[in-house]
């Protein structure tokens, strides 16, 4: 009999802009890698303005793990490399050639090759950097020894993509990057599912891996989540993560020999014409989807989902670990007396508004924190929908004053930012968790080093 674990725990949050499954070719000449979505990657530039590059060639690396190198997910000539404060490296901007050429690394199959070989053909080939790792939600390091790979075939978040149109007709190279994984841990490879949202065969025929099978509700699908209720993360451990559509790209890496960036994208929010998925390559222009299927101005734009992604302008690029765009509207209005309505079409997750008589309806929602900056209560809000047995309270509070033993007594080894974002949206403080949480752990490597 399946074993299935049911969190009750946590929020889903139904919001108006699901991508039907049409899948459309989007082709642009803009492209641009961002290091800020490297976490814990300090990039030292292998490039320079008016350079050409092949999709594969390395564009940057961290210069305090040399062997981590990123790379271009097209061909073409670098136009721009755009900095911000302090100089921070904020976007490699590439031009990409009409007829792509890619860089060479030869093909292979890591069921024959040992973890030396594995690990090798990865980091030459970029791939290596679509695992995170825990602690610290950082690009892993290959010098570390994971005691387990967890891989969530499932997503949870509001409108985000179905990951089994993400790897339909991909078996053979997701299978192929589940090899490479299991060769890169001495323990086990866990691919997390879930009964009712996943249906295609990739996920169920995949070898070599324990199927974990979980249902809930948000943040269900996250991989830290199901790390904690599967192999939770002790002090001097780490575990590896990733997704679905990386490893699809892992696998491409060792079947062709090359780094073929190549994904679908969902392009939802109530501001979308007609939401749907686009086929592209990572790092792509959004500015010809805003043009041909948004409505409206005074919209943010998102890469990523809206509780974790990042804001981008409508001429911005897609972030090179996301496989959704976002729209909503903005937030800068104010209601007269809002708070004293019925709010029969606001969404809320206590019982303020009568709209919890509608848990299943779609909302309209935009980027309005309705309040300000408040005192850090205690509210038990937080343990409501965080699925996970630690104190977030307490320990967030523990990051405000860099208390690194009570961090460490609080579990700041097993959460990662995504793990916290529905803690920041029920917030009666409207105190900004996940940037807090990312203070803290970057203070934990920091002094744990």
Not at 152 to 160: E, L, R, V
Not at 202 to 219: D, K, M
Not at 314 to 325: A, E, K
């Amino acid at each position: 009999m399946t074993r299935i674990t049911k969190l009750k725990k946590g929020l889903d949050i139904h919001m108006v802009g699901e991508a039907s499954k049409t899948v459309r070719d989007y082709t642009t000449g803009q492209f641009a890698v961002k290091p800020t979505d490297f976490s814990g990657v300090y990039p030292k530039l292998l490039v320079r303005e008016g350079d050409t590059v092949k999709a594969g060639s390395p564009l940057f690396f961290d210069k305090y793990r040399e062997q981590i190198r990123v790379v271009s997910p097209v061909s073409g000539t670098v136009t721009a490399i755009k900095r911000g404060k302090q100089r921070v490296i904020e976007e490699i901007c590439i031009h990409a050639d009409e007829r792509p050429a890619y860089e060479s690394f030869g093909t292979g199959q890591p069921s024959g090759m040992d973890r030396d070989a594995v690990l090798a053909h990865m980091l030459k080939t970029g791939t290596f950097t679509f695992i995170h790792q825990l602690p610290y939600a950082i690009v892993a390091s290959p010098e570390s020894n994971p005691k387990s790979i967890f891989v969530s075939a499932f997503d949870t978040a509001p409108m985000a993509p179905d990951q089994d149109l993400l790897v339909e007709g991909e078996g053979e190279a997701f299978q192929t990057g589940l090899d490479a994984l299991g060769k890169l841990t001495t323990g086990k490879v866990y691919l997390g599912v879930s009964p009712s949202r996943n249906r295609s065969k990739v996920f169920h025929e995949a070898r070599g891996v324990e199927v974990l099978h979980f249902e809930g509700p948000h943040p269900a699908g996250n991989p830290g989540i199901q790390i904690h209720h599967t192999d939770p993360v002790n002090k001097g451990e780490v575990v590896w993560y990733l997704r679905p559509a990386d490893v699809v790209i892992i696998g491409r890496a060792f079947l062709q020999g090359v780094f073929d960036a190549t994904t679908l994208v969902a392009l939802t929010g109530s501001e979308v014409r007609e939401p749907h998925y686009v086929r592209t390559l990572r790092g792509c222009s959004i500015e010809g989807l805003v043009k041909a299927g948004v409505e409206g101005d005074n919209l943010r734009y998102i890469s990523g989902n809206v509780l974790t992604g990042t804001r981008i302008d409508r001429r911005g690029y897609i972030g090179y670990f996301h496989n959704q765009i976002s729209v909503i509207p903005e937030g800068n209005h104010y209601e007269f007396f809002g708070w004293a309505l019925p709010g029969l079409g606001k969404f809320s997750v206590s019982r303020s508004y009568l709209s919890w008589l509608t848990p299943n309806k779609k909302y309209r929602l935009h980027t309005n924190l309705n309040g300000g900056h408040r005192a850090f209560v205690m509210t038990g809000e937080y343990e409501r929908v965080l699925p996970m047995d630690i104190y977030p309270v307490h320990l967030l509070k523990a990051i405000m004053v860099e208390d690194i033993d009570l961090m460490e007594n609080l579990g700041i080894y097993e959460v990662s930012e995504e793990d916290f974002a529905l803690c920041e949206v029920v917030c009666t403080s409207k105190t900004p968790v996940q940037a807090l949480l990312r203070q803290g752990l970057d203070l934990m490597r920091k002094e744990m080093s």
